[in-house]
């Protein structure tokens, strides 16, 4: 009697379930840093209200008082 063939399909959906939440994590800390970068370079300055360019300096009153 002659050997039956058997050939098994296996179907993949292309990206596992076990890739998804490292891709999730990957995008949340690329935006992250994207958004840091934006806010300490001072792009996103103009979002959070007017940007204080007055420097208030005293020269009668002390920062620190020293005593002798």
């Not at 300490?40 to 020269?59: M, Q, Y």
Request: aromatic share 6%; glycine share 8%.
């Amino acid at each position: 009697m002659p050997d039956r063939i058997i050939e098994e399909h296996v179907v993949h959906d292309g990206g596992g379930s076990s890739s998804a939440p490292l891709t999730a994590l990957v995008i949340v800390l690329f935006l992250t840093v994207v958004l840091a970068v934006l806010y300490f370079s001072g792009a996103l300055r103009h979002l959070f209200g007017p940007h204080k360019t007055e420097v208030d300096i005293n020269i009668n009153k002390p920062g620190v008082v020293l005593r002798v």
